[in-house]
C-alpha cells in the first residue's frame, strides 16, 4: 500500500501539470503573420535591334615616318648661304624680258649689274638682240654669272659683316629694285623642328672653285677645238702639196732616165746622171714625208677629239659637282636634326641635317596573332583564288585592298583613346617577324596628311613616336545583334518580359569584338536585354527597367551601325509604381 501510495504522489502532479500545458496551448490565441513585402530590383536594358557590324581587329603602336632624308656634304667647301637658294629661272616672271631690260636702261642699278655680269666673255651684251628670242644657252650663261656676282660681290653700299649672308642681302637688293621680274623667295630658318617644302634649299657650298675649273675646261676644250681645225686645214693643204710632190717626182724621174740613156750613149756625163737620180730621190724622200703626214694627221686629229672627250666628261663631272654644292630637299619635310652654321668649312660626306616626310606617315601597330584572321574573308571561293607571289612582291599591301580592308588610326593617351581624332589609313605591309616577347604581328599603317587640318589644343598632327590606337576593318555583317559585352553571361542573356526576369540560353557561338558581343540568332528585334549586373538570377524574377537603347546607340563606335528605328521612352508600371 507504502508503495503503491508513492506512485500515485509522483505520478498525479505530473498527469496534472501535463493537462494544464495542453489545455494551455489549446486555448492559446495564435499571433496573426504580417503581410510579406518584396522589394522590385531596378535594372537598366535596352531592346535588341538588328545592326550592321563590321569586323574589326584592335591594336596599339607609335607613329613613324614614312621617309627619312639625311642630307650630306657630297663636295667640300664654306657654306655660303642657308635656308634659300641661288636664282633659278623659276626664279623671275620672264627671264628674256629681265635681260633686256638690263641691256637698254640706263639706271645706276642696271649698269652696275651689266658691269659685274660682263666678267664672262662669253656673255657679251653687244650681242644681245632685243628683237629676238634669248637661247637658252645664253640664259643659262647669264644665271651663271648672276649667281657669281649675288655669292661673291655685295651690290648694295651697305658693308656687310663676316656673319652676314651676300647672297641674301643680294637677292633682296634685287627683288625690291625690280619687283616686275623677280619673284621675292621666302628665307628658311634650318633648325630642328622647323618644315622645309618640296625643293627648299638646306644651304649651299662654295661654288667659286667648281665655276673656275668649268671656265678652264670650257677655255681647253676650245683650243682643242681650233688644233682640230687646223690639223683639218693641214691636211688638206698636204692633200693638195702631194699632188704637186708627185708630179714633180715623175718629172725628175724621167729627166733622171733621160741622162742615163745619154750616159750609155756615151753623149753625156755619169756625174749629170749622178746628179739627177739623187734629185729624184730627194723628191721620193720628199713625197714620203708628206704621205706619213697625211697619214699622221687624222691620228693626230682623233687624239685631240679623245682629249676633248677627257676634257668634257670632266667638265660634266665639275658641273655636278658644282650643281651639288646646292642642297635641296627632295620632298617637304621637318627638321629633326641640324648640324649646319653659315660661313662653316664642311668636309666630303659630312651630315648636315636629318629630317622626315610629313607628307605621309607610318603607325606601326601590334596586333594578336589570334585575332588577325577575323578581318580575312572565310569563303572557300575567295581563298581559292590566293596568290601567295603576289602577296610576297606586294608585302601584302594588294592583298588588303582586294579584299576592302580598311585602316583608322586614333590618339590614345595611356589606355585612354580620344575618339574625335581619327586618321584614315590603309595597311602598307605586315612585318616579316614576330615580338619576341608579346608574339604579336606588326602591321603597318600608312596615313596620308598627318599635319592636315591641324589645330592647336583640339587636332594635334601625327608626330614621330606618338602613341595610337590602330584599328583594321574588315568585312560587314548585316542583320547581326550587338550589345555591350556585361550583359552576355556564358552563353546567356537576361532578359526583361513583362517585369519579371527571364533568362535567355543562346547555342550560337558569340562573336566579342572590343567591349561588345555579336550574336545573328537566339533572339527576336524588340527583345529587352538587361545590362546590369543582376545576382542572384532567377526566372520570373519581379524586376523593373529603365529603357536606356537610345543612349547605347548613341555610344556604340563606328563599326556598329543601327538601323533606322523610331525610338521611344517607355513607361514601365509595376505594382502602382511608374518608370
Not at 667640300?76 to 620672264?94: A, H, M, P, R, Y
Not at 593617351?413 to 580620344?418: A, I
Amino acid at each position: 500500500m507504502k508503495k503503491l501510495l508513492k506512485i500515485t504522489l509522483i505520478l498525479l502532479p505530473l498527469f496534472l501539470g501535463v493537462v494544464t500545458v495542453v489545455y494551455l496551448v489549446k486555448t492559446k490565441n495564435r499571433p496573426q503573420a504580417k503581410e510579406k513585402k518584396t522589394s522590385i530590383r531596378k535594372v537598366r536594358y535596352m531592346k535588341a535591334t538588328k545592326a550592321q557590324v563590321q569586323k574589326v581587329v584592335t591594336g596599339y603602336g607609335r607613329v613613324a615616318p614614312a621617309r627619312d632624308w639625311t642630307a650630306f656634304s657630297e663636295v667640300q667647301g664654306k657654306v655660303i648661304c642657308l635656308g634659300f637658294s641661288l636664282f633659278q629661272e623659276k626664279d623671275f616672271t620672264n627671264l628674256t624680258d629681265f635681260i633686256h631690260y638690263l641691256k637698254k636702261n640706263e639706271d645706276k642699278q642696271s649698269q652696275t649689274l651689266r658691269k659685274k655680269i660682263a666678267h664672262n666673255q662669253k656673255l657679251k651684251w653687244e650681242n644681245i638682240d632685243l628683237s629676238s628670242e634669248f637661247s637658252s644657252h645664253q640664259a643659262g650663261l647669264f644665271l651663271q654669272e648672276l649667281n657669281r656676282v649675288i655669292a661673291t660681290e655685295s651690290l648694295s653700299s651697305e658693308t656687310l659683316s663676316p656673319e652676314e649672308n651676300h647672297i641674301w642681302k643680294n637677292r633682296s637688293y634685287l627683288s625690291k629694285h625690280y619687283p616686275q621680274y623677280i619673284l621675292e623667295k621666302p628665307l628658311f630658318e634650318i633648325k630642328a623642328g622647323y618644315f622645309l617644302p618640296p625643293g627648299g634649299v638646306v644651304c649651299q657650298i662654295d661654288p667659286t672653285e667648281y665655276n673656275l675649273f668649268i671656265e678652264q675646261k670650257e677655255i681647253e676644250i676650245e683650243k682643242l677645238q681650233i688644233q682640230i681645225l687646223e690639223l683639218q686645214k693641214d691636211l688638206d693643204h698636204l692633200k693638195r702639196i702631194i699632188r704637186l710632190e708627185e708630179k714633180r717626182a715623175q718629172i725628175l724621174e724621167e729627166e733622171y732616165e733621160r741622162k742615163e740613156q745619154l750616159a750609155r750613149n756615151e753623149a753625156g756625163s755619169k756625174s749629170e746622171m749622178q746628179r739627177e737620180l739623187e734629185n729624184y730621190l730627194r723628191q721620193l724622200n720628199s713625197v714620203q714625208e708628206t704621205k706619213n703626214r697625211i697619214a699622221l694627221t687624222p691620228i693626230k686629229i682623233k687624239n685631240l677629239h679623245a682629249s676633248i672627250q677627257l676634257a668634257n666628261s670632266q667638265l660634266v663631272q665639275a658641273k655636278l659637282n658644282r650643281d651639288k654644292t646646292i642642297i635641296r630637299t627632295p620632298f617637304a619635310i621637318r627638321i629633326s636634326e641640324e648640324n649646319l652654321e653659315l660661313n662653316q668649312f664642311v668636309s666630303l660626306g659630312q651630315v648636315l641635317l636629318k629630317g622626315y616626310g610629313i607628307e605621309e606617315a607610318e603607325v606601326l601597330g601590334q596586333f594578336q596573332i589570334k585575332d588577325m584572321h577575323k578581318i580575312f574573308p572565310q569563303h572557300e571561293k575567295r581563298w581559292s583564288q590566293f596568290d601567295f607571289q603576289k602577296v610576297l612582291t606586294s608585302g601584302a599591301q594588294d592583298f588588303f585592298q582586294e579584299n576592302n580592308i580598311q585602316a583608322s588610326v586614333t590618339l590614345a593617351l595611356g589606355e585612354k583613346t580620344l575618339p574625335n581624332l581619327i586618321w584614315s589609313g590603309r595597311v602598307s605591309r605586315i612585318l616579316s617577324s614576330v615580338d619576341i616577347n608579346s608574339q604579336n604581328v606588326t602591321v603597318v599603317v600608312t596615313v596620308k596628311g598627318p599635319y592636315d587640318n591641324m589645330k592647336p589644343g583640339v587636332r594635334p598632327p601625327l608626330v614621330k613616336d606618338m602613341y595610337c590606337k590602330v584599328q583594321l576593318l574588315g568585312e560587314k555583317l548585316e542583320d547581326q545583334f550587338c550589345f555591350p559585352r556585361n550583359s552576355y553571361q556564358e552563353g546567356r542573356f537576361l532578359c526583361l518580359e513583362e517585369g519579371k526576369l527571364k533568362i535567355k540560353n543562346i547555342s550560337e557561338k558569340a562573336y566579342f569584338q572590343d567591349n561588345y558581343v555579336v550574336i545573328t540568332d537566339g533572339l527576336q528585334e524588340g527583345d529587352k536585354i538587361v545590362l546590369s549586373d543582376v545576382f542572384p538570377a532567377y526566372n520570373d524574377m519581379p524586376i523593373s527597367g529603365v529603357d536606356t537603347s537610345e543612349e547605347e546607340w548613341k555610344n556604340y563606335p563606328s563599326f556598329i551601325k543601327i538601323k533606322e528605328v523610331e525610338i521611344k521612352k517607355v513607361e514601365v508600371k509595376e505594382k502602382g509604381e511608374s518608370k
